[in-house]
């Protein structure tokens, strides 16, 4: 059910998610919940992973149920490398354009991690859905 809700709104689900990346990682820091156990914990690693491995995802699901495997290799390589820019991205525009957040490595890294882990986990989502398809199985 899930995976076809993403095959048809995935898109239009993947530009709103950019969108609250973006107003997440430029919201001002004293916006956001912070407390000493997930400080210590990273919890901030936690939710950039998760932003970005959902962002790959949702940018995957709709175009691998339309293409070719091979095509989708190249289209989800292409996703991935583009969610680890975008995360880059926006750790330049913390830097440069906010006043209260922070450039930080480990933030990219974990944006980079969450996309890899997220396109691995789509790329074997899509498998398992086209071979539920072939054996006549609904999603």
Excluded at 7 to 24: C, D, E, P, S
Excluded at 33 to 54: A, Q, Y
Excluded at 90 to 96: G, I, R, S, W
Excluded at 101 to 122: H, K, Q, T
């Amino acid at each position: 059910m899930i995976y076809n809700i993403l095959k048809k709104w995935g898109y239009y689900l993947a530009l709103l998610w950019m969108i609250v990346i973006i107003v997440l990682l430029v919201m001002p820091a004293k916006d956001i919940p912070s407390s000493s156990i997930l400080e210590r914990i990273h919890f901030d690693k936690f939710v950039h992973f998760t932003l970005f491995g959902t962002l790959v995802a949702l940018w995957t699901i709709p175009y691998a149920d339309r293409h070719t495997p091979s095509q989708n290799t190249r289209f989800f390589l292409l996703v991935c490398l583009g969610a680890c820019l975008f995360g880059a991205a926006m750790e330049l525009v913390q830097l440069k354009f906010t006043k209260d957040r922070d450039y930080e490595n480990g933030d990219i890294v974990a944006d980079s991690i969450g996309a890899i882990v997220f396109m691995i986990f789509s790329m074997v989502w899509v498998k398992v859905e086209r071979r539920k398809k072939l054996n006549g199985k609904p999603s």
